[in-house]
């Protein structure tokens, strides 16, 4: 019901940063909140970050909080997130998703749109 495209991804050297992008099209139905996800290799894929329309609500994970920021611009439908100080830790396949509740959850199956996912690298 909702098309979902991040950019952004690619290698970086530890303590860099990089912004990722998400962009929505084809919505059907109100967007409650979006999230950021990432899955390493043997992993099972994890809460990042994520927003609520209005921006008054957000949540990071406890490996991130600090270092990442995440943001929207609804105007342009877009969401963004904001990494720096980049650790080899953060190397994974991050991935955008919308939510299907109108409350904040920090699990997968509450998502319910994921984009294809963009590489984030991170050299030591």
């Known amino acids: 019901q909702v098309h979902l495209v991040e950019s952004g991804g690619g290698l970086v050297q530890a303590g860099g940063s990089l912004r990722l992008s998400c962009a929505a099209s084809?919505?059907?139905?109100?967007?409650?909140?979006t999230g950021w996800f990432r899955q390493a290799p043997g992993k099972e894929r994890e809460i990042v970050a994520a927003?609520?329309?209005?921006?008054?609500?957000?949540y990071y994970g406890d490996s991130v909080k600090g270092r990442f920021t995440i943001s929207r611009d609804n105007a342009k439908n877009t969401v963004h997130l904001q990494m720096n100080s980049l650790k080899p830790e953060d190397t994974a396949v991050y991935y955008c998703?919308?939510?299907?509740?109108?409350?904040?959850?920090?699990?997968?199956?509450?998502?319910?749109?994921w984009g294809q996912g963009t590489q984030v690298t991170v050299s030591s």
């Open positions: 998703a919308e939510s299907r509740t109108n409350y904040l959850s920090t699990t997968p199956r509450s998502y319910a749109d």
């Open positions: 084809g919505r059907t139905f109100s967007i409650y909140f």
């Open positions: 927003i609520n329309w209005s921006a008054d609500s957000t």
